[in-house]
C-alpha cells in the first residue's frame, strides 16, 4: 500500500471541497435507569465530496452515536440536543439540517440508504441469514434508484419538482433490473462469479466477501455519503488491506465522501484525509491527517500517536494511553482529558472546559496548551 | 428442497414401519385373541356352548390361526391398501364404522387448537416485543404465567360452568342436539365451530402462554441483530423491517414445535373430551383399552402417530423453507 502517496493527498486541496455533512454542536444523551448520559458533548466536523474523514477514539468515545444520528440510527432512549445542528446534502447540493427530522419520518427514511449509506463492524451479521445476498442489495436498490434520475438542478420550479416526484414514484425499478444492478455491483466490488453470487446466502459466502457485498449493497445506490463503521475490524490483516484499497478505489470513482470510524491510527494514515479524534463524547483534535499526525497539538493524540515508533508500522491497536476512560456518568469537570493528561495544568484543566480552538490550516484542537 | 424432502418422507416411512411393529406388539399382549372373545360373547349372549372346533374355525376364518409376522403384515397390509383396520371385538362391527366420524372431529378440535394457538401467540409475542416494556407487554407476562399454571380441565370447568350458566348454552358435545344425526349441511358446519371454540380454548391455553414466551424471546433476540440495523440503514420502512426480518425468524421455533404441540394436544384431549363430553379418539382410545379391544386401540395409535408424524414433517419442511441454513445440514 502506498501509504505516502495517499497521506499526500491531504496537503492539496484541504478546504476547496464541499461539505456533504456538515455537523455544530451536536449532542446526544441518553435516558438510562442511571439518569441521563451524555455520550456526543458538542462536536462540529465535516464530511467533504470525494474526501475521507477518519473517526478514532478509544472504545466508547462516541463514534458511533454521532455518525449515527445522521440517519437517526440511534437506540430509543437516544435524545439529540435541539441546539444542534446535521447539515446534510440530501440530493440536490445543498444542506438540509436533519437534525429535527424525527426517525421515523418519511425524509429520513428516504435519506438512509439514500444520500448516507452505512457499513457496519461485523460483515457475518450485516446481513440477514435468510435472504440471499442479491435479495438484500436489491431491496436498497429498489428503494432508492428511480428508472432514470433527471440531471442535476433540472427541479427548479415547485411545479417541476412535484412533477419530478410523482415520476419518480412511478419510475421505481423492475425486480428484474434491480437484481442486474446488484449482479453489477457485485462484480464491481471484486466478487468472481457474481451472477451466481447473487443467488447465495450469507452463510455461503466468507467474511472478506461478505463485507465486500455490503459494500456493494451500500454503493448500489450511489450515495453521497458512505459511513463506514469500523468495516475492517473484524478481518484479517490481507483482507483488510484489500478492503481498504477496494473502498478507495470505489471513492475515486464514485466520488463519495467517506466517514472512516476505526480505533486503529495506522489505517487512518492509509484511508483518511482529514482526522478526527474522539475522547469522551468530543473531538479534542481535528485537522488534515499528515499535518495531525506528524504534529500532533492535544496531549491525547500525542498519546495515542507514541505507541506507533515509526511511520511504516503503523498497524498498532490503541491502548497506549495510560489511565482508564471515566464512566460517561462521571463525566470530570473541567477538560475531560484532565484525568489521565501528562500535561494537565492543575487549579485550570479540573475547572474550566476548553473551547475549540483553530490553529489554522484546516486544525483545530481543545486545549488551555495552545490557546 | 426437493431432495430434503424426499429425505425426510423417507426417515417419515420408517417411523411409522417402527411405530407399526410396536402398535403391534401392544394389541397382542393381552391375553386371548379374538375368538375367544367372540366364541365367549356368544356364549354369555345366547348360552350355546361353544366347542374348541368351533374356536379353531373362527380362527382359521378370521386368519387368526397364522403365526404373528404373518398377521403382522397383514395388518399393514389391509391399512396401506383399504384403509382397513381390522375387527372390533367391543362393538362387533368394522374399526373403520368405530372410529368414522371421530377421526374427523378429532383433526376439526386438533387444527382448530393449532390455528388459535398460532393466531394468538404470534402476533401478540411480536407486538409485545416490538412495544417491550409496554402494557400490553406486561400483560402479556401476567396471562402467560396465568396459562401455565392452569390446569386445562380445570379451565375446560370453568368455561363450561360461564357458558351454561350465563349463556344458557350445552358446550358439551361437538355439535347441538337436534343437529347431531343431521346430515352435513352449512348449518351443522357453524355449528361445529361455534362448539369447537371451547375446547380449542381450552387445549390451546397453555401452549399459547408457552409460545407467547418463546416468540418474545426470540423476536428480542432477533430486534438486536445487525442484520435489523443495516435493513433500517437501507431505508426500508418500519413495518416492513419488522416483518421481512426479525419477524420471519420469531417464527421458526413455532414451526420446529408444531410436532411437539400436536403430541401435546392429543395427550391432553382425553381429559378435556371427558369434561366436554366430545367425542373424539382419545376418549375412544382409553375406553378401547379397557374393552381390551386392540384392533381399536391399535388404529388409534396408528392415526394419532402419523398425523404426528406428518404434522412434523410438515414442521420440517417448512422450517427449511422458511431458513435457508437448514437445507444444507440436512441433506
Ligand atoms: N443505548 C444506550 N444507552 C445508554 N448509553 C448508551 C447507549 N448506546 C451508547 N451509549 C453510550 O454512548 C457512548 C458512546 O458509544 P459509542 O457506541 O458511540 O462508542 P464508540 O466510540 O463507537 O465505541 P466503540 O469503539 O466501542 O464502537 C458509550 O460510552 C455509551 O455509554
Ligand atoms: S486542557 Fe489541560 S487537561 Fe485537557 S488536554 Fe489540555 S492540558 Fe490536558
Ligand atoms: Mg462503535
Request: charged letters at 20%; proline letters at 5%; a negative charge.
Amino acid at each position: 500500500m502506498d501509504m505516502e502517496a495517499s497521506v499526500g493527498v491531504t496537503s492539496t486541496a484541504a478546504t476547496e471541497a464541499s461539505s456533504v455533512l456538515d455537523i455544530r454542536n451536536l449532542k446526544v444523551s441518553f435516558r438510562t435507569d442511571e439518569g441521563i448520559v451524555t455520550a456526543v458533548d458538542g462536536v462540529s466536523f465535516q464530511a467533504r465530496k470525494g474526501r475521507t474523514l477518519g473517526l478514532v477514539g478509544e472504545s466508547g468515545s462516541g463514534k458511533s452515536v454521532s455518525t449515527r444520528a445522521v440517519t437517526k440510527l440511534l437506540p430509543k432512549n437516544a435524545i439529540i440536543d435541539p441546539g444542534s445542528a446535521i447539515r446534510l446534502d440530501t440530493g440536490n447540493g445543498s444542506l438540509t439540517d436533519v437534525a429535527p427530522l424525527p426517525a421515523n419520518s418519511r425524509e429520513i427514511r428516504n435519506i438512509r440508504g439514500g444520500a448516507v449509506a452505512m457499513i457496519f463492524q461485523e460483515p457475518m451479521a450485516s446481513f440477514s441469514p435468510v435472504y440471499t445476498i442479491g435479495n438484500q442489495i436489491a431491496e436498497a436498490v429498489r428503494l432508492h434508484r428511480r428508472a432514470a434520475l433527471s440531471p442535476l438542478g433540472a427541479t427548479e420550479t415547485v411545479g417541476d419538482q412535484i412533477a419530478e416526484s410523482l415520476r419518480a414514484q412511478n419510475a421505481k425499478l423492475t425486480k428484474q433490473e434491480a437484481w442486474e444492478i446488484a449482479i453489477e455491483m457485485l462484480h464491481k466490488v471484486g466478487i468472481s462469479n457474481a451472477n451466481l453470487r447473487v443467488d447465495q446466502y450469507p452463510h455461503e459466502l466468507s467474511g472478506g466477501m461478505r463485507q465486500r457485498a455490503m459494500i456493494a449493497t451500500a454503493l448500489s445506490t450511489h450515495p453521497k455519503l458512505l459511513i463506514a463503521d469500523e468495516p475492517t475490524t473484524a478481518l484479517d490483516v490481507t483482507i483488510q488491506a484489500q478492503i481498504l484499497e477496494l473502498m478507495g478505489q470505489l471513492q475515486a470513482d464514485l466520488g463519495m465522501s467517506i466517514i472512516f470510524i476505526t480505533h486503529d491510527m495506522g489505517v487512518i494514515a492509509q484511508v483518511a484525509h482529514d482526522v478526527a479524534v474522539m475522547y469522551l463524547g468530543v473531538i479534542v483534535e481535528r485537522g488534515p491527517t499528515r499535518a495531525l499526525i506528524e504534529d500532533p497539538k492535544h496531549p491525547y493524540t500525542e498519546g495515542l500517536l507514541q505507541a506507533i515508533p515509526r511511520m511504516d508500522v503503523l498497524s498498532r491497536r490503541l491502548t497506549p494511553v495510560p489511565g482508564d476512560i471515566p464512566s460517561p456518568l462521571e463525566r470530570p469537570a473541567g477538560c475531560p482529558f484532565q484525568t489521565r493528561c501528562p500535561k494537565r495544568i492543575p487549579g485550570r484543566c479540573d475547572r474550566e472546559t476548553p473551547q475549540e480552538i483553530g490553529l489554522g490550516g484546516g486544525r483545530f484542537v481543545s486545549c488551555f496548551l495552545h490557546e | 428442497m426437493l431432495r430434503f424432502a424426499l429425505h425426510r418422507l423417507f426417515g417419515m416411512a420408517v417411523t411409522m414401519f417402527c411405530v407399526s411393529i410396536m402398535v403391534f406388539t401392544i394389541m397382542e399382549l393381552p391375553p386371548g385373541d379374538y375368538a375367544d372373545r367372540y366364541a365367549f360373547r356368544k356364549f354369555s349372549g345366547t348360552g350355546v356352548n361353544i366347542t374348541e372346533s368351533d374356536i379353531q374355525n373362527i380362527r382359521v376364518q378370521f386368519g387368526l390361526d397364522r403365526p404373528a409376522p404373518e398377521r403382522y403384515f397383514d395388518w399393514v397390509w389391509r391399512i396401506v391398501t383399504d384403509f382397513d383396520f381390522g375387527q372390533s371385538f367391543a362393538f362387533e362391527t368394522s374399526v373403520n364404522d368405530v372410529v368414522g366420524e371421530r377421526l374427523w372431529l378429532t383433526l376439526a378440535i386438533l387444527y382448530a387448537t393449532l390455528i388459535l394457538t398460532y393466531l394468538l401467540a404470534i402476533p401478540i409475542a411480536i407486538y409485545a416485543a416490538v412495544r417491550r416494556h409496554s402494557a400490553v407487554d406486561y400483560g402479556l407476562t401476567v396471562v402467560s404465567y396465568l396459562g401455565l399454571a392452569l390446569p386445562n380441565f380445570l379451565l375446560a370447568l370453568i368455561l363450561l360452568y360461564i357458558s351454561v350458566s350465563t349463556f344458557g348454552s350445552s358446550v358439551g358435545g361437538l355439535f347441538s342436539p337436534e343437529l347431531e344425526k343431521a346430515p352435513w349441511s352449512w348449518e351443522k358446519f357453524v355449528d361445529l365451530l361455534q362448539h369447537l371454540i371451547v375446547p380449542a380454548i381450552v387445549l390451546a391455553w397453555s401452549a399459547t402462554a408457552l409460545q407467547l414466551q418463546t416468540v418474545r424471546a426470540t423476536m428480542l433476540d432477533e430486534l438486536n441483530k445487525l442484520s435489523v440495523t443495516a435493513a433500517r440503514a437501507r431505508g426500508l420502512p418500519e413495518w416492513k423491517v419488522l416483518l421481512k426480518y426479525p419477524a420471519r425468524l420469531a417464527v421458526n421455533p413455532v414451526v420446529s414445535t408444531v410436532g411437539f404441540d400436536v403430541n401435546r394436544i392429543f395427550s391432553e384431549l382425553p381429559i378435556v373430551a371427558l369434561v366436554l363430553s366430545l367425542p373424539e379418539l382419545g376418549e375412544l382410545l382409553i375406553q378401547s383399552y379397557l374393552d381390551l379391544d386392540m384392533y381399536v386401540a391399535g388404529a388409534i395409535l396408528m392415526m394419532l402417530t402419523f398425523f404426528i408424524v406428518v404434522m412434523n414433517f410438515v414442521s420440517d419442511v417448512a422450517l427449511a423453507y422458511l431458513d435457508p441454513r437448514i437445507k444444507l445440514e440436512g441433506g
